[in-house]
């Protein structure tokens, strides 16, 4: 018996064809890899984190210059120029912003009076809660899986997505460890309407990431990712001599001044965009190991479907 | 169009009706819960790892007593006894044997010399090839999300389940974060062959857990256990006074002794056992939070399989 096919919340939401939203990776999330996302039927995302209002606004004209499919900004609300950020904007009709780190009670209420759609990343159910009072339009709920900054609860994708999809109403995208048409196929199980997919596009041909950061982050065993910074923002990253560094540093009781010290400055620029896999930090998700071989991200996306497809028909009744 | 059913091979292998594991947990998995989870169509397994060989003996003749249905016996390999354990499952004739903690290489041949079909649990992919090297029956691949002890290397079911999946032939069957039908249909997404539920069995009316750790971990938030441990043998547990001193202390660099210094002896069996929610060791997975209310066997394996279904049939194309 076919099921009549409900619309999918996140799909009218994002006005895209397929619930698949590309996370806004610092240093990886230019307009080639969000056009390509919006192109092949997802959601492509800004990473606004590493740019600077200038670069933005050139991302942000690109964007428009190479399509007229939707897509939006990810926007971490501890941005140092804030304000700059939000008008740009307003001024160029942006209307999704995914944002992050921070309170979504501060800003939601202003995107929403200039017409732009809001999305915001949590970790724990409190959080989901904040958000549906905040007004926020959907749910990243992400598990401490996935690449980069992570939330202090550390719950995995598995626990964390049907927990949020009880405690709210709203439609909630699940994100950490997705990587293959399997794992959206799972997230959906869960009760997630859409997939927001990081180190997969991350370590596409589209992402500006450095092509060094890419071998190496394609090449990692499963255990090659680890989980450091607890005590400044928890991160996880790749496995180098920068991060064993510092995760040794952690055993050792060190304090947040010292792992800032032995973090250095601009360490995900360095380890990401000029591919210093030495002493640079090489921000990724613990799905790294499954996400080769390089690839487009149109090539990305059909595959992903397929799969989805094919795991759909596999799955049995019991 | 109905697709085919190919047996399930986890069903096959361990000849029960549903592809469900009541994993065998200290000071839980008595014959009690063992015995409950296979009259309801699952596998039971005594938890052997908080038993002394007597006791373990009496469950065995418990078991042989309460149910003609197949059920087996976890047995970490750092078990203390290993020789007489051994023989008390060969002259019982015991025939299913979930082994952890160790080299399969040590012992599958001998069980398999008995005829005792053997499951290793793993938590890596270097593991899980070792496993199939060593010949063992059927892997379970367990995520850092599992209540007690963990891999060191903390991947989340929703990353090492697929990861595994490709690496072996074997049956993979998930484990860690699972307590839905939901969640059961996420684990044959990412191409599990069926599941080992601890949690949510280790929180049910027969687990030989007392009752005020029941009533504690069923009252958890999400955000209600931590892993620690890590310089022993990492270990996720509930937050009590406890959990949150050897954090601290670890945090401050605490080594190896220390930390056994302030978990004392016998922390386990005052958490669990004896209910001792200050100064036990109250171990329990993350997704505990969402396993109230306190449930019998058979509703909860009823309830399972009434959310496997209903989440099935949401499931759609994209």
């Known amino acids: 018996m076919e099921i009549s096919a409900k619309p999918n919340r996140i799909c009218s939401l994002l006005g895209i064809k397929y619930p698949v939203i590309a996370g806004g990776m610092v240093w990886c999330s230019g307009w080639r890899l969000a056009s390509a996302v919006s192109h092949a039927g997802g959601l492509g995302l800004l990473g606004a984190g590493s740019m600077h209002p200038d670069t933005l606004e050139e991302h942000i004209l690109k964007m428009k210059e190479t399509t007229s499919l939707p897509w939006g900004v990810n926007l971490p609300l501890m941005y140092p120029e804030m304000d700059r950020a939000i008008k740009l904007l307003v001024r160029h009709h942006v209307n999704i912003v995914f944002t992050s780190a921070g309170s979504p009670d501060k800003y939601t209420s ?3 009076d200039h017409g732009i759609k809001v999305v915001h990343v949590v970790s724990n159910t409190r959080f989901a809660c904040k958000c549906q009072q905040a007004g926020v339009d959907a749910i ?3 598990g401490v899986e996935a690449g980069g900054h992570n939330g202090r609860d550390e719950l995995t994708t598995m626990t964390l997505v049907p927990q949020v999809r ?6 909630v995208i699940a994100a950490g460890g997705i990587a293959s048409g399997q794992a959206l196929l799972a997230a959906m199980a869960l009760g997630a309407e859409g997939v927001q997919i990081g180190t997969l596009f991350a370590l596409s041909q589209e992402s500006s990431a450095s092509q060094a950061f890419k071998d190496y982050c394609l090449s990692l065993p499963d255990t090659g990712t680890l989980l450091t910074l607890r005590k400044l923002s928890p991160t996880r990253m790749a496995r180098n001599p920068l991060s064993v560094q510092l995760q040794e540093a952690e055993t050792h009781g060190a304090d947040a001044a010292l792992l800032q010290q032995i973090l250095g400055e601009k360490a ?5 965009f000029e591919g210093d896999l030495e ?3 090489l921000v990724v998700g613990q799905i790294a190991s499954a ?4 690839r487009t991200v149109a090539e990305i ?3 992903l479907l397929l799969e989805y497809s094919q795991a759909r ?5 019991l």
Do not use: W
């Open 140 to 142: 990243v709920a992400e």
């Open 279 to 281: 002493h640079g930090e």
């Open 313 to 317: 028909s596999r799955i049995q009744s």
């Open 166 to 171: 009880k405690a709210v109403d709203l439609p």
């Open 110 to 112: 202003l995107f929403h």
């Open 301 to 303: 996306m059909k595959n």
């Open 291 to 294: 996400c080769g071989p390089l």
């Open 268 to 272: 995900s620029k360095r380890g990401i």
